[in-house]
């Protein structure tokens, strides 16, 4: 395997430290300078093992970053915003929510709010939210709650407000009906962002609902549900900030949204 650049350098040091120590050896059998050989040969000794083991560390950060990263590089929920922001599928108040299954009514369109919060710092080029099916089941695709369009909930006029697949560069829908987003995205801890996406529901059921999180070196997969149903099911609000507490749901209404 071909080591990067630092390594490199620090396995070159390395070399010429082990080589310098057998030297620092012979001087202290062979030199009449027994007690300086014997101290630079300490001295290079110490040097010799500081480098193997900062080059080591090297070699392991970056598969342990990358384990992080693919096992958990963000929390991701749904946002039920305050009132100070429209939302027609939840009853708000003066806080926003955080939830992590999304309660809507079947044969819907409902603007939903994803929130990101980077746990550490990574590049993404493509972001994608959907349902999973079953390779083949063209019925059950058919059923699954999809993404349609995409719109910013903070931005009220300008070009990056809302987005359209066949229309708006980097969006796209792909072949197991998730919505795409193609387009480098830089995170890290302080940054946090939230994804508008008009969502249209058809069959009743509980859904799987994906946010898939892909870099040059890793793909990331969080899981949220959207149970699809006309019982005022309550949800769940997990925002560290409050008291434990419900949050329900309107269904009775049959929005159209045109972003």
């Not at 390594?7 to 080589?19: D, G, I």
């Not at 429209?86 to 009514?105: F, K, M, S, W, Y």
């Amino acid at each position: 395997m071909k080591l990067p650049g630092a390594a490199q350098s620090r396995v070159l040091r390395t070399t010429l430290a082990l080589a310098g120590g057998a030297y620092g050896g012979w001087l202290m059998v062979e030199g009449p300078w027994t007690i300086a050989g014997t101290v630079i040969g300490a001295c290079i000794l110490v040097a010799t093992l500081f480098l193997i083991v900062t080059t080591l560390i090297e070699w392991v950060r970056p598969g342990r970053r990358l384990k992080a990263l693919i096992a958990d590089p963000a929390d991701v929920q749904f946002l039920i915003p305050s009132r100070a922001r429209g939302c027609d599928h939840a009853i708000q108040d003066e806080r926003n929510h955080l939830v992590t299954q999304l309660i809507l009514p079947p044969n819907s369109d409902t603007l939903v709010e994803i929130r990101i919060a980077p746990r550490h710092t990574f590049e993404t080029h493509t972001l994608q939210f959907g349902t999973p099916y079953t390779e083949g089941d063209e019925e059950g695709y058919e059923r699954k709650p999809r993404a349609l369009s995409y719109l910013n909930p903070f931005i009220a006029v300008g070009v990056d407000r809302a987005g359209v697949p066949g229309e708006t560069p980097g969006h796209k829908i792909n072949t197991h009906g998730y919505y795409q987003l193609e387009m480098p995205w830089y995170w890290n801890p302080q940054t946090i962002r939230v994804i508008g996406l008009k969502v249209r529901t058809r069959s009743k059921g509980t859904y799987e609902w994906q946010t898939v999180l892909a870099g040059a070196d890793f793909v990331a997969f969080k899981k949220l549900s959207i149970v699809v149903t006309n019982l005022p099911l309550r949800m769940n609000c997990i925002n560290p900030a409050h008291e434990a507490h419900d949050i329900l749901p309107i269904l009775n209404r049959r929005p159209l949204l045109s972003c």
